[in-house]
């Protein structure tokens, strides 16, 4: 059974292309069945595997506590071994074909209120080119919604401050035009005209937002930034770079903003991955009806 899943590896290895860590995700998830089904089941051959083996193995794993979002990825790394082994031809049969893969609860995203986010944006301190620059990232993530990965892949032919947009390329190579609003276009122009050319020294480079030795600055650094940021706003809440986004999206809904609009900001191809931002907001009104109504 070993040699058969090291042989999927290579497989996923070779011929795929897959990811290192994404590798690794299957071969962790793989053992744990490999050894349910030599310790538990007794089991000498993956010939003899059945879909009951299968479901017993993933009532082992939800009894352990595991998500539904970890159950799926599970039957998903099992479902693509035994198609492996049935295309080599090292077993008959599929034991994965009449498995359910089961819905994984979307937990509502983290935002910020609108408060929390004015003292986050101010927290930068504008009398170094540092300043200036994170001033600029975090004014063009709330006001824009763009993903970490598309901040820090802008380069400054993608700025139209006069026009008052940006030009932004996301998942599956797709352009979008999303607009800026004042704040963020003037946070733009002071770090631009001043603390860019600070960073960027004698060094050439189109892109927008530079780190200390004058190249990109990559998603690693600004993750840095927001921690630091974070912790000198004293906010409690835990955020992630990816919490302006979720409170962009939030915050346009609660103004009534137009799910479809937000939808193409946001660059999601399919509007119910939009749709969560109304529970969001959902929730929020509830909380604050409990807060503050008399008789809540």
């Known amino acids: 059974m070993n040699d058969q899943l090291q042989d999927f590896l290579h497989y996923l290895t070779v011929e795929r292309g897959l990811a290192t860590n994404t590798i690794q995700s299957y071969?962790?998830?793989l053992k744990k069945y490999l050894h349910y089904l030599i310790e538990k089941e007794k089991l000498g051959s993956l010939e003899t595997v059945t879909r009951t083996h299968i479901l017993g193995f993933l009532k082992q794993m939800k009894e352990m506590g595991l998500s539904s979002r970890t159950l799926a990825r599970h039957i998903a790394s099992i479902r693509s071994f035994h198609q492996f082994l049935l295309?080599?031809?090292a077993v008959s049969h599929d034991p994965t074909v009449h498995i359910d893969t089961p819905q994984p609860e979307r937990a509502l995203p983290k935002v910020l209120s609108m408060t929390e986010v004015e003292i986050?944006?101010?927290?930068?301190?504008?009398?170094?080119?540092?300043?200036?620059?994170d001033k600029a990232m975090l004014e063009v993530l709330y006001a824009t919604g763009i993903r970490v990965s598309e901040l820090m892949g802008l380069d400054l032919g993608d700025i139209h401050l006069t026009m008052g947009f940006l030009r932004c390329i996301g998942k599956g190579n797709k352009e979008r035009i999303i607009p800026i609003g004042r704040a963020a276009t003037e946070a733009l122009e002071l770090y631009i005209n001043t603390g860019r050319k600070e960073l960027v020294g004698k060094k050439t480079t189109d892109a927008l937002f530079l780190n200390h030795h004058g190249n990109r600055m990559s998603r690693q650094?600004?993750?840095k930034i927001l921690k630091k940021l974070t912790k000198d706003a004293n906010i409690k809440k835990e955020l992630t770079p990816h919490t302006l986004r979720h409170s962009?999206?939030?915050?346009?809904?609660?103004?009534g903003a137009d799910l479809r609009a937000v939808q193409e900001m946001l660059g999601h191809a399919d509007i119910s991955t939009t749709q969560i931002y109304t529970h969001v907001t959902k929730a929020r009104m509830k909380d604050i009806y409990k807060t503050f109504h008399p008789r809540a």
């Open 120 to 133: 986050l944006l101010e927290s930068p301190k504008r009398e170094t080119a540092f300043g200036l620059r």
């Open 27 to 29: 071969e962790r998830d």
């Open 87 to 89: 295309r080599d031809k």
């Open 248 to 255: 962009f999206a939030t915050h346009l809904l609660e103004n």
């Open 221 to 223: 650094g600004f993750w």
